[in-house]
């Protein structure tokens, strides 16, 4: 009785494709608008939180003054000294690595070439904290980071820019007024969590950036990376008692410091996609419920069209569960179709799409299985009407119908 149920729907269904594909087209869309919003969501969620973490090795980043960012009120804040940083390395547990940072915005020469680029003053630990791999070359040696010389290692855009294809190792560079010897070239990172390009950058011992870029002991940023397994909460709350202690602020009084997890960034932003993605997939799904009116529609003007049939199966026999079963079958069928070429639609969609926003390509089974769940489910709510109002006609009645 099924596979009769279906045959007569897929024949019923060929024999007017025109309006069968326009009856579907609204599920479709809603399937193909529900599965490509989720798919994207999923890969720019997976694309911010791996830039974030290639910005450090669960990174916590202080910096003098209560805030972060353009408003930041840095400037009124004592800065951070190389005696605080040594304070952290001594007495708070669970830090990986403490990398102290002077950072400059500096045009670079280089022969006939210039290029603006970030400069940072600071120590080796600043590879760790930062997850910073050397392509060639080496890192910063003991006597080079205390005696303050001229050396440095390069981001891959510096050499790209400055140097093209040649291998930089052993030339020289000129940062602002003194030049320094190419010891090391970094490897690609890409960008950051905030589309900065990380491979702009040029690292010089810190003391040398001090001597000759900012002319003072200041430190600012300190960057600190966490071991895996310790608690960077309890780590943080460390940090701020311990700087709080050094810079002599009193009990009542704000932080004039601020100290950021990025991880917590990365949850937050992540979380925040992940929140985008579903009020999207929620409103693509409307149109879900717009394409089951049309099947419903359809199939109270098939029931119309077809109720003389109607009569002759009752008149001979058929049972109304059986052409109760025929119709919904058909709506059934119908919107099967159609969540099975949204889904093809969206696979499509999703990798033109993230090919052109540069997002990874992440397939979900259970979000495709779950909208061509829906779709079909789809058809039995939307079905059930027009496949109840043919099972109930009388047969006296169907057949006199013209």
């Known amino acids: 009785m099924w596979f009769n149920a279906f045959l007569l729907a897929l024949r019923e269904i060929r024999r007017n494709l025109m309006r069968s594909f326009l009856t579907v087209l609204g599920v479709v869309i809603g399937v193909a608008a529900v599965v490509t919003m989720v798919t994207l969501g999923n890969g720019a969620t997976v694309m911010v939180s791996e830039r974030i973490s290639n910005l450090g090795s669960n990174l916590l980043v202080m910096r003098a003054g209560q805030r972060l960012g353009p408003s930041s009120d840095q400037a009124g804040s004592n800065a951070f000294n190389i005696q605080d940083v040594q304070a952290l390395q001594e007495q708070i547990v669970g830090l990986k690595a403490v990398a102290p940072a002077v950072t400059r915005a500096i045009t670079l020469v280089a022969e006939n070439r210039n290029w603006s680029s970030t400069v940072v003053g600071t120590t080796n630990d600043y590879f760790i904290t930062g997850n910073w791999v050397l392509a060639d070359g080496r890192k910063f040696e003991e006597d080079e980071l205390k005696s303050g010389r001229s050396v440095c290692v390069i981001g891959e855009t510096v050499r790209r ?32 969590g905030i589309g900065l390009d990380q491979d702009d950058t040029v690292l010089i011992p810190l003391t040398t950036a001090q001597r000759r870029l900012s002319g003072n002991l200041d430190v600012s940023p300190i960057l600190m990376s966490v071991n895996d397994m310790a608690d960077s909460e309890q780590i943080i709350k460390s940090i701020k008692r311990l700087m709080r202690e050094r810079r002599n602020i009193a009990e009542n009084d704000e932080n004039d410091f601020s100290v950021v997890d990025t991880r917590q960034i990365a949850q937050a932003l992540s979380g925040t996609i992940q929140i985008m993605t579903a009020l999207l997939g929620a409103v693509a799904a409307v149109s879900l419920l717009v394409g089951g009116i049309g099947i419903m529609n359809i199939m109270l003007v098939s029931v119309t069209e077809r109720t003389r049939e109607i009569g002759v199966r009752l008149a001979i026999g058929a049972l109304e569960r059986e052409v109760l079963l025929q119709f919904l079958i058909e709506a059934v069928v119908l919107s099967a179709f159609g969540g099975i070429a949204g889904i093809i639609l969206s696979f499509g969609a999703c990798y033109a799409v993230t090919g052109l926003m540069g997002l990874p390509f992440l397939f979900d089974p259970v979000i495709n299985v779950m909208a061509f769940v829906f779709s079909a489910a789809i058809g039995v709510v939307f079905g059930f009407v027009p496949a109840r109002r043919a099972a109930q006609l009388d047969p006296i009645d169907a057949l006199r119908h013209e």
């Open 161 to 192: 820019e400055l140097f093209g294809a040649v291998n930089p190792i052993g030339d020289r560079l000129r940062v602002r007024n003194f030049d320094c010897q190419i010891i090391g070239l970094l490897s690609p990172k890409g960008q950051g």
